[in-house]
């Protein structure tokens, strides 16, 4: 079965500070991974997806992820956080097209 | 590309009443999916349709949970004889494709409140 855990349900940064949202995976297979970011009352919208093309991946909004199969991690990243990046980010893993969440990460930006 | 459309967006009944979610995916996705998402936690898979083929409906939560895509376009969740603990955030995405390297687009979901 594939899993994902993310490792900190809270990260609180100041704005124009890096990012780094950390995500462990489970799988027997290289997986399909993706990151979703969800905002207070809405629904839930891709930043990047890895589908085994290229390690490094660059999604929206200056975030990119990295794969790394010896470490079984695909954290997310962003160089200089803004006040509008404060929401929830989640991990995921899609094992036959049916997504399978972490359990989140909320995200802070102070001023 | 007008997005996943979930109709209503809130909604409040009270326990023991049938409740119906409508999902319009984006036009030309042949897949649908609908999840669950309670307070504080990510959300769970309960099934999933290619065109109106139900693919995979063991993970509804229970028989009192059912759902329809009868001409492969819209598609309903029923929740029948609703509990306290159906409060949730229901939502629907869809996609082109086979789905597991294609990235699924969500609504901004039904918020299911029992009273």
């Known amino acids: 079965a594939q899993s994902v855990t993310q490792l900190d349900s809270h990260v609180s940064v100041s704005e124009g500070t890096p990012v780094l949202l950390r995500c462990n995976y489970s799988s027997s297979y290289s997986p399909s991974l993706f990151w979703y970011v969800q905002h207070p009352n809405k629904g839930l919208q891709l930043l990047l997806k890895y589908t085994s093309a290229a390690t490094l991946v660059k999604g929206i909004n200056g975030f990119e992820a990295e794969f790394k199969k010896s470490e079984t991690s695909f954290h997310l990243t962003k160089p200089s956080a803004h006040m509008s990046d404060a929401a929830e980010y989640f991990c995921?893993?899609?094992?036959?097209?049916?997504?399978?969440f972490g359990s989140g990460t909320q995200l802070t930006v102070l001023p | 590309d007008t997005g996943v459309s979930q109709d209503p967006r809130h909604k409040i009944t009270k326990r023991g009443q049938n409740v119906t979610f409508r999902c319009d995916p984006i036009s030309e996705h042949n897949r649908l999916y609908w999840y669950r998402q309670t307070l504080g936690q990510g959300p769970e898979f309960l099934t999933y349709f290619q065109n109106e083929a139900q693919l995979e409906k063991s993970r509804l939560l229970s028989d009192r949970f059912s759902a329809e895509r009868p001409k492969g376009s819209f598609s309903t969740l029923e929740i029948q004889r609703t509990e306290q603990g159906d409060s949730a955030m229901y939502l629907c995405?869809?996609?082109?494709?086979?789905?597991?390297?294609?990235?699924?687009?969500f609504g901004d979901g039904t918020r299911l409140s029992i009273l």
């Open positions: 995405a869809s996609s082109t494709g086979q789905g597991e390297t294609q990235p699924q687009h």
């Open positions: 995921v893993v899609s094992p036959a097209g049916q997504l399978t």
